[in-house]
Nanobody, 127 residues
């Protein structure tokens, strides 16, 4: 059974850095792996994704500050977060899209494309 477990969240001051990890199990192939976040009272938003072809995408709000990557075995997904801002405070989730022949940036940008989700890790940035 496919399973995702996030870690690495915590509390930091503005300008600080965190590295989130997402350990995968039960599968070795996915079309896209993504990071999403949800702040209290706000809708979930996609932060970044990495496609099976190595392509990446970032939300404008995190571009040039966050970096998504995978280990060589593609069993762990990472999100390196630098220059953190209070508005980055949220629960961060990783997700995997698999089991479909559909692929491309338009699909990887859709949250409903992702069928496997982790439980989340909290990131809190204080000013």
């Amino acid at each position: 059974q496919a399973h995702l477990v996030e870690s690495g969240g915590g509390s930091v001051q503005a300008g600080g850095s965190l590295r989130l990890s997402c350990a995968t199990s039960g599968f070795t192939y996915s079309n896209c792996m993504g990071w999403f976040r949800q702040a209290p009272g706000k809708e979930r938003e996609q932060v970044a994704y990495i496609g099976r072809d190595g392509s990446t995408w970032y939300a404008d709000s995190v571009k040039d500050r966050f970096t998504i990557s995978q280990d060589n075995a593609k069993t762990t997904l990472y999100l390196e977060m630098n220059s953190l801002k209070p508005e980055d405070t949220a629960m961060y989730y990783c997700a995997a899209a698999r089991g479909t022949l559909l692929f491309g940036s338009a699909w990887c940008r859709r949250s409903d494309y992702y069928g496997v989700w982790g439980q989340g890790t909290q990131v809190t940035v204080s000013s």
